[in-house]
Structures are given as structure tokens and as C-alpha cells.
């Protein structure tokens, strides 16, 4: 049973600070990761996506892989209360030429104006 | 471009009922696979279909069934509904052997009275 585990926080930070999520995942074999970003009530929304280790920036968003930890990060940067959300980390798991996502429960974030 | 669709928006069906979900991928993609999410959790993956056949399947009961369509549209069926079966239903979109993100639908919200 490939997992992944994710603090479901909430976690809540002031506007234009830098949030950090941050998830570990269970299958050493899994190669790519995801970040969702979930509004209350909505259908996940893919934010980022990460293959290799080391960083991965676009615009305000940062996705961290550690395969050798097996580690994901997220840090968003000059937070926005916009960016109050629930962040789902998901790993691919690639049992044939087709892969499934697995997920974490979710971190809540809350950012305050 | 258009992007998941997913209809309908919200069910509501007592125990015992049958139920059909519809989803059309995105323009251009040819796998749809389907999530459930409870309240509180994050996406389960139910099963995932290419080539109008099921390429893999979670751990749902087989009262969960599909179906895709020549036109890659797909069908998720569940009959003898429990109060369990209450949840947002998400259909994602991916082009098989080429991209391994998968784009969510809006999601349908199944309530079971």
C-alpha cells in the first residue's frame, strides 16, 4: 500500500510570509510527485508537478523532491489569502505504462490579511 | 481548449439505488480515471480506463463498474448505494505514454439518504 503522509495542519501564516507543506511518501520506486491545491468545496487544481530531485520554481511556488529522504516540499512565497486552501501531495504510482495517483489527506493552509 | 467536464453537479440517492456518473476528458487526452473523496480525506483511486477497457483498478467492491466511450468519454456506475458511497466523485484526464498528469473535472457530489 504506497502512502503518503502529510500533516493536515491547519496551518496558518500572515500575509506575504512564506508558507511551507510538506508530505513524505512510502514506495522508494515512485518517481513523480504533485502538488493540488483544493478549495473548500471544489475539485483539486494542479499547482506544480516535480520528477527530479533538487527544486523546481514557478512564480511564487517552489517544489522540493528528496528521493534519498523521500521527501516533498511546497513553499509558496508572498502568501496571499487567495492561497487559503487545502494542499493535497500526491505520488504517481506507475504499475504499467499508466499511472495512478495516490494521496495524502491534505494540509490545510489559512493565510490571514 | 476545454478542459474535464463532469456531469451532474450534485446527486442525491437513498440506499439501494444505482447511479451513473459521466465525465468527458480534456481536449486531446485518452485516459480517464476516477477518485473518490470523503469528507476530510484525500482522493481514492477507483479504477482508470484506456482503450475503452478498466487498465487498473483500486480497492473498491466490484459494485463499482465503468465504461469508456470510442470518443475517450467514460461512465463510472455504482449500484446498491450505501451511505458510504456519499462523496465528491472526480474524474481525471491524461494522455497515456506522453504526460503522466492527470487533470480533474469539477467532480460530482453523491449524497446517499
Known amino acids: 500500500q504506497k502512502e503518503v503522509e502529510q500533516n493536515s495542519g491547519p496551518l496558518s501564516v500572515p500575509e506575504g510570509a512564506i508558507a511551507s507543506l510538506n508530505c513524505t511518501y512510502s514506495?522508494?520506486?515512485?518517481?513523480?510527485f504533485f502538488w493540488y491545491r483544493q478549495y473548500s468545496g471544489k475539485s483539486p487544481e494542479l499547482i506544480m508537478f516535480?520528477?527530479?530531485?533538487g527544486d523546481k520554481e514557478d512564480g511564487r511556488f517552489t517544489a522540493q523532491l528528496n528521493k534519498a529522504s523521500q521527501y516533498v516540499s511546497l513553499l509558496i512565497r508572498d502568501s496571499q489569502p487567495s492561497d487559503s486552501a487545502t494542499y493535497l501531495c500526491?505520488?504517481?504510482?506507475?504499475?504499467?505504462?499508466?499511472?495512478?495517483?495516490?494521496f495524502g489527506r491534505g494540509t490545510q493552509l489559512t493565510v490571514w490579511p | 481548449d476545454a478542459g474535464v467536464t463532469q456531469s451532474p453537479t450534485h446527486l442525491i440517492k437513498t440506499r439501494g439505488q444505482q447511479v451513473t456518473l459521466r465525465c468527458s476528458p480534456k481536449?486531446?487526452?485518452?485516459?480517464v480515471s476516477w477518485y473518490q473523496q470523503a469528507l476530510g480525506q484525500g482522493p481514492q483511486f477507483i479504477f482508470q480506463?484506456?482503450?475503452?477497457?478498466?487498465?487498473q483498478r483500486g480497492n473498491f467492491p466490484d459494485r463499482f463498474s465503468g465504461h469508456q466511450f470510442p470518443n475517450y468519454s467514460s461512465e463510472l456506475n455504482v449500484n446498491a448505494l450505501w451511505l458510504g458511497d456519499s462523496a465528491l466523485y472526480l474524474c481525471?484526464?491524461?494522455?497515456?505514454?506522453?504526460?503522466?498528469?492527470?487533470?480533474f473535472g469539477p467532480g460530482t457530489r453523491l449524497t446517499v439518504l
Open positions: 500526491a505520488g504517481l504510482d506507475r504499475g504499467s505504462t499508466l499511472g495512478r495517483l495516490y
Open positions: 481536449s486531446g487526452h485518452d485516459t
Open positions: 514506495d522508494r520506486g515512485s518517481q513523480s
Open positions: 516535480i520528477y527530479s530531485n
Open positions: 480506463y484506456y482503450e475503452e477497457e478498466e487498465r
Open positions: 481525471a484526464s491524461s494522455l497515456a505514454g506522453v504526460e503522466d498528469t492527470q487533470y
